[in-house]
């Protein structure tokens, strides 16, 4: 039997170019999960290879803007001159079917989700280094270097930031960073379990 009906919402954060969407991909292709990721909105323009509704749901602004008055978002920020979201009725469906959903969002947004759901974990991933934070948006080849150098200026202010999250990950290596992410949510899922147990038993012995 499952003592937690609920699913368990885990939030990864960290700035661009991290490698949040690699480590991602690698965490989903693990065996034995009940991870679903949560596909986000946005007005930015898909990049080459992006695919509409699995990598994001790509809408113009005006859309995006009606969908915040409809409150349709968990949470929503502008980043970088685009605005993403996270829509609400995804993950309260997924999470009510007990599923693990996963959030891949930037740090304001992922601030706002701490103050509705107490009970969510959040992650923050970090480079090994800032050099290496700035090579991988380079190597990724998608942003402009103007637009590279507003992310690295935005990361500075993320990293101060960090402190607020429950657990902070090296993403020195793709699969120890999933590896170490994948700990977190089976402890965090023990934890769960075993506070119901507890109140299950207690509930018992009156
Ligand atoms: N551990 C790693 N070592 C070396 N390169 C990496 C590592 N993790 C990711 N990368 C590379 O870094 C680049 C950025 O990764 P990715 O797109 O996953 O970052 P992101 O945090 O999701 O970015 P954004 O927030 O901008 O969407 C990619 O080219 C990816 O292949
Ligand atoms: N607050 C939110 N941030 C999001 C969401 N979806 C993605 N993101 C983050 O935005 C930046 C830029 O993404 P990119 O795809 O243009 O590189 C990055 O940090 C994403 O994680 C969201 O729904 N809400």
Redesign the pocket.
């Given at each position: 039997m499952k003592l937690n009906e609920r699913g368990l919402l885990v939030v990864?954060?960290?700035?661009?170019?991290v490698g949040?969407?690699t480590v991602r991909r690698a965490l989903f292709q693990m065996p034995h999960h009940d991870l679903v990721y949560?596909v986000?909105?946005?007005t930015?323009p898909p990049?080459p290879g992006e695919v509409e509704g699995v990598?994001?749901y790509f809408v113009d602004k005006e859309t995006f803007l009606q969908r915040i008055k409809e409150n349709k978002?968990l949470?929503?920020?502008e980043?970088?001159g685009?605005y993403?979201?996270?829509p609400r009725d995804k993950v309260d469906e997924q999470l009510d079917k007990g599923k693990e959903v996963v959030?891949?969002?930037?740090?304001?947004?992922?601030l706002?989700v701490r103050k509705q759901m107490k009970e969510a974990v959040f992650i923050f991933l970090v480079p090994p280094g800032k050099k290496a934070l700035y090579e991988r948006l380079v190597s990724r080849g998608?942003?402009s270097i103007d637009l590279i150098n507003r992310?690295m200026k935005k990361a500075e202010s993320e990293f101060l930031l960090a402190h607020k999250y429950d657990y902070i990950v090296v993403n020195d290596d793709v699969n120890n960073a999933a590896d170490r992410i994948m700990a977190i949510i089976r402890a965090e899922h023990a934890k769960t379990e075993r506070t119901i147990h507890n109140y299950i038993k207690m509930i018992g012995e009156k």
């Open positions: 990864i954060s960290g700035p661009s170019g949040k969407g949560s986000s909105m946005t930015r990049r990598d994001y978002f949470e929503w920020a980043f970088v685009n993403y979201g996270t959030l891949e969002i930037e740090v304001e947004g992922a706002q998608t942003e992310r």
